[in-house]
């Protein structure tokens, strides 16, 4: 089936064309580079998978219930909309919620492959253009997995939100060299990060959640490689470029903020666009959420030497800016830990199950 009959609402054009601007440079030097950038890259070959087979598509899941989070994260949970709703209405709003947020995750990989693209075409360095190109078939990876669990197991797609194209719309228009960085791997896949950690240790559903931890454990080098691009880079600019690029993380971070609403969702449900946007900022938890949210983002702003007066008042506003000395490697970290968990979990049980067959059929052997 095609995704276009998929969509809930649907998308225009089929293709959204971006003009580029910039310039392709090429380096022709091949022989040193940064160690750990060169060790970033080497984990990216090392760390390559198949979707295909590291997970397990046979699990089953309710399309009605996709992700087993608790209700209480929908917007409208314990409104007067929430109290007319029949059972069934219920199961086709968790449907419609699953939708949209895997929906723009996988609308938010497709612009990350995009990007690593054109760090690829525009970096001047070498070493950074071959880790760009391990992360861009790490975003086709992921593209194509949350493309998958949509079509297969939920059966409903949303266009992307109109946020966060306007902020891939000018990561990539714009011609500096590190602006994809900073657009993408800080800025929106710092806030997916938050977004998948958050699903991941919520679900109760396995299938989401072994998708969600094997994306997070590629996106944690991802992030780290656009650290430690910036921070060298950044180092270099003046006070006057600095501020320039403080202004863009400033709007990317209220874009991104006003993006986790949902409110296409809730028109769908014959809510109007007003109430549906005054009910998300009045609902407690998607303030936590939103906060939350930005636990990897504050950090590694802090980190790649953008915190100026400026943006620290932004943050300040948002309520976000404590989160400046949250332990950045640690959570990376255990993004790390958890995949490599689920695996040896699922293969340890793989192979007690391979063992109780075998032991079965001798059993079964000896018997006849």
Not at 40 to 48: A, E, F, N, S, V
Not at 54 to 74: F, K, N
Not at 247 to 257: A, D, H, S, W
Not at 341 to 349: M, N, P, S, V, Y
């Amino acid at each position: 089936m095609s995704t276009l009959d998929l969509y809930a609402n649907q998308p225009g054009p089929v293709t959204w064309q971006v003009p580029a601007s910039g310039a392709a440079r090429f380096s022709w030097e091949y022989d040193e580079g940064r160690d750990r950038l060169l060790a970033l890259y080497q984990k990216g070959k090392d760390k390559q998978w198949d979707g295909a087979r590291r997970i397990d598509w046979d699990l089953e899941v309710d399309p009605y219930d996709p992700l087993g989070t608790p209700d209480e994260a929908m917007t409208v949970y314990g409104t007067r909309h929430w109290a007319k709703m029949t059972e069934k209405d219920r199961g086709d709003l968790r449907r419609h919620y699953a939708s949209w947020q895997f929906s723009q995750f996988l609308h938010g990989e497709q612009g990350a492959m995009i990007c690593a693209a054109r760090i690829i075409e525009a970096v001047p360095d070498m070493d950074a253009k071959f880790y760009s190109a391990t992360q861009a078939m790490d975003e086709a990876r992921h593209a194509e997995i949350y493309g998958r669990f949509l079509h297969e197991k939920v059966g409903m797609l949303y266009p992307i939100n109109d946020n966060l194209q306007a902020l891939l719309g000018d990561t990539l228009r714009d011609s500096r060299w590190d602006m994809p960085y900073l657009g993408m791997q800080v800025l929106i896949e710092g806030l997916a990060l938050a977004a998948f950690g958050m699903i991941r240790d919520t679900t109760n559903k396995p299938l989401p959640k072994q998708i969600l931890a094997y994306v997070m454990q590629d996106e944690a080098r991802h992030v780290a490689f656009g650290r430690m691009a910036l921070r060298d880079y950044y180092r270099q600019l003046t006070d006057a470029e600095l501020r320039e690029r403080e202004e863009f993380v400033i709007e990317g971070c209220y874009l991104m903020r006003d993006r986790l609403r949902g409110v296409e969702v809730l028109e769908n449900f014959g809510i109007p666009r007003r109430e549906a946007e005054e009910m998300s900022e009045q609902s407690e938890f998607l303030r936590l959420f939103r906060k939350l949210l930005f636990s990897r983002i504050v950090p590694c702003v802090k980190d790649i030497g953008l915190w100026g007066e400026r943006l620290q008042k932004a943050y300040v506003d948002m309520g976000v800016l404590d989160l400046g000395d949250s332990n950045l490697d640690a959570l990376m970290a255990q993004d790390e830990e958890i995949a490599e968990q689920l695996d040896a979990e699922r293969f340890a049980r793989e192979e007690a199950e391979r063992v109780a067959e075998v032991t079965d059929a001798i059993t079964e052997g000896r018997e006849g």
